[in-house]
C-alpha cells in the first residue's frame, strides 16, 4: 500500500492504482466488442442485456418508485413493462456509444428530424442554449449540432473514475470537443464560451442537490437554474431538442422553436416561469414514452416517497 512521506497509508492508492484502472480496463474492453460489432446488432445485444440484466439491478428499486409516484395512472403490470423497455433503451444507448458519429453519417436511413429549421435560423447573431433530458439516446441529440456545422460546448456530469471519465469524453467526440464539468469551475468557463459567442447543451432532467423546487410531475423537485439565469443574461436563444426511439436504432430528433423569454422586471420570477415551462415540456415529452426517459435517479427528495398505498410496490 503507497504511503505519504510521513509513513500513514494513502488511502486513496487502491482506486488510483487498482480499481480505477481495472474499471477503465473493462470499459476499453467492452467498447472495443461493441466497435466491431455492426451498428444494428450492437444495438440488438445492448437491448437484449439490458431488457434481461437491468430489472434485476437494485437501481430498479428507484426506478419503480419514481414511476409510480410521477404516473400513478399506471397499474402495476404497465409500471412493470416500462420498466423493462427502460433498460432495453438504455442497453442500446450503451452500445451505441462507439458508433455516434456513423449512426448520423448514416442519416438518411436512421435520423427523422424535425424543426431542425428552427436549429439552423437561428444560429448566428445571438448565443443559443439548448436544453434535453435522458430521453432515447440523449447523445444523438448533441451530436447532430456538430453534424451541421455548429458544436455546442456541452456541460456534463464527471464520472468519479478519472479514467473511465476520459473514455467518455472520447466517445462523445462526434458531439463536442468543448466540454464544461459540473461545478463552479465548469460554470465560469461555460460563462466565458458564451460571452465568446459558442453556445451551449445540457441535460437538465435529472438529480440535483441544490436548485430552485420546481413541479415536475406535480412535486417540487430541485432544479438547475443556470440554464436560464444565462438566457436572461446573455438574451440567448433557448430552445429544447427531444430524441424519440422509433424502433431498433432509428430514431427521431425534435428541435423546438426558440422560447419566449419572460422580461417583467423581476429576475426571480422570470427564471421560475423560465424553469416551470422547460419542466412542463419535458413532462409532456416523458408521459409520451414513458420507457424511454431514466427513472433511475433521485429525481424527488425523501418526503415526495413516501407513497400511499404502497404504490412503489409490484
Known amino acids: 500500500m503507497p504511503m505519504y512521506k510521513d509513513g500513514r497509508r494513502d488511502p486513496g492508492a487502491y482506486k488510483r492504482f487498482v480499481q480505477y484502472p481495472l474499471e477503465a480496463l473493462a470499459v476499453c474492453l467492452l467498447i472495443a466488442v461493441l466497435k466491431v460489432l455492426p451498428i444494428d446488432t450492437a444495438s440488438n445485444l445492448g437491448g437484449a442485456v439490458g431488457r434481461r440484466l437491468g430489472p434485476k439491478l437494485g437501481a430498479t428499486k428507484r426506478a419503480r418508485k419514481n414511476l409510480a409516484r410521477a404516473m400513478p395512472e399506471l397499474d402495476a403490470a404497465a409500471r412493470e413493462q416500462v420498466i423493462i423497455e427502460m433498460w432495453d433503451n438504455l442497453g442500446r444507448t450503451i452500445a451505441e456509444y462507439p458508433h455516434m458519429g456513423k449512426i448520423w453519417r448514416e442519416r438518411e436511413s436512421r435520423i427523422e428530424d424535425v424543426g431542425f429549421h428552427h436549429y439552423q435560423h437561428t444560429m448566428g447573431d445571438r448565443p443559443c442554449i439548448f436544453v434535453s433530458g435522458h430521453m432515447g439516446n440523449w447523445e444523438l441529440s448533441q451530436c447532430g449540432s456538430r453534424s451541421l456545422a455548429t458544436e455546442l460546448g ?4 464527471r464520472a468519479n473514475n478519472p479514467l473511465v471519465n476520459a473514455i467518455l469524453l472520447w466517445l462523445r467526440k462526434p458531439a463536442s470537443s468543448t466540454f464544461f464539468h459540473k461545478g463552479p469551475d465548469g460554470a465560469k468557463k461555460s460563462v ?9 447543451g445540457m441535460l437538465v432532467d435529472q438529480k ?13 423537485a430541485m432544479t438547475a437554474p443556470a440554464y436560464a439565469l444565462l438566457a436572461l443574461k ?13 424502433n431498433g436504432c432509428r430514431f427521431r430528433i425534435t428541435v423546438t422553436e426558440p422560447l419566449t423569454l419572460p422580461d417583467t422586471g423581476d429576475r426571480e420570477a422570470d427564471t421560475l416561469a423560465i424553469l416551470t415551462n ?3 415540456q419535458l413532462e409532456a415529452w416523458i408521459k409520451e414514452r414513458p420507457a424511454q426517459w431514466l427513472w433511475l ?4 427528495p425523501e418526503e415526495a416517497e413516501q407513497l400511499p398505498h404502497d404504490q412503489s410496490s409490484t
Do not use: C, D, S
Open 208 to 220: 440535483l442537490n441544490e436548485g430552485v423546487p420546481v413541479t415536475f410531475f406535480g412535486i417540487p
Open 154 to 157: 456541452l456541460i456534463y456530469r
Open 192 to 200: 466565458r464560451h458564451l460571452k465568446n459567442g459558442g453556445h451551449l
Open 297 to 300: 435517479h433521485k429525481r424527488w
Open 234 to 246: 446573455f438574451n440567448a436563444r433557448l430552445m429544447m431538442a427531444r430524441t424519440e426511439r422509433l
Open 278 to 280: 422547460v419542466n412542463q
